[in-house]
T-cell receptor
């Protein structure tokens, strides 16, 4: 059974700092991995999707990497801003049903 | 940019009452998902549709929950009777196809059962 873990559960950093969020999964047979952002009381916004054949994806100040063999992904946020404060969730699709399995998220606070 | 529409945004109901949520996916998206998210946790899949057919409802509490997508477009999730433990955010998502296509989520329905 696929399990997804995110560490740390919460993170507080000063504005301008570069930071890394971690995601690990137990079954390396995945189709893709997706990172989401969730603001309080809102739905999920897709940030980056990495296909199983890819090693990384970049969007603006965000860079996500994928190492299937070790069951790990990282989300790198450069030059963090207070507007980046949110919960970040990673999720993997494994198997052929497209079922997305989520981690519990990392809640990020960027202090001005 | 096209969005997944959900209604209502908030719902407060008493236990033992019936409640229903509606979702309209992005046009052309064949796959539709209902997720439940308890506060402080990641979302968990309740049911997945491919067009009008159920692909996965293994985590749906079928004694009280039901879901349908009759014409393969919009979908309704119903709870009857509601229990206190059903209080959560109910999220709908859609994707072009099953597998490698990214999921797009709606803003969710926040359910409070009193």
């Amino acid at each position: 059974k696929q399990e997804v873990t995110q560490i740390p559960a919460a993170l507080s950093v000063p504005e301008g700092e570069n930071l890394v969020l971690n995601c690990s999964f137990t079954d390396s047979a995945i189709y893709n991995l997706q990172w989401f952002r969730q603001d309080p009381g809102k739905g999920l916004t897709s940030l980056l999707l990495i296909q199983s054949s890819q090693r990384e994806q970049t969007s603006g100040r965000l860079n996500a990497s994928l190492d299937k063999s070790s069951g790990r992904s990282t989300l790198y946020i450069a030059a963090s801003q207070p507007g980046d404060s949110a919960t970040y969730l990673c999720a993997v699709i494994s198997g052929n049903t497209g079922k997305l399995i989520f981690g519990q998220g990392t809640t990020l606070q960027v202090k001005p | 940019e096209a969005e997944v529409a959900q209604s209502p945004r908030y719902k407060i109901t008493e236990k033992s009452q019936a409640v229903a949520f509606w979702c309209d996916p992005i046009s052309g998206h064949a796959t539709l998902y209902w997720y439940r998210q308890i506060l402080g946790q990641g979302p968990e899949l309740l049911v997945q549709f491919q067009d009008e057919s159920v692909v996965d409802d293994s985590q749906l509490p079928k004694d009280r929950f039901s879901a349908e997508r009759l014409k393969g477009v919009d979908s309704t999730l119903k709870i009857q009777p509601a229990e206190l433990g059903d209080s959560a955010m109910y999220l709908c998502a859609s994707s072009l196809w099953t597998g490698s296509s990214p999921l797009h989520f709606g803003n969710g329905t926040r359910l409070t059962v009193t």
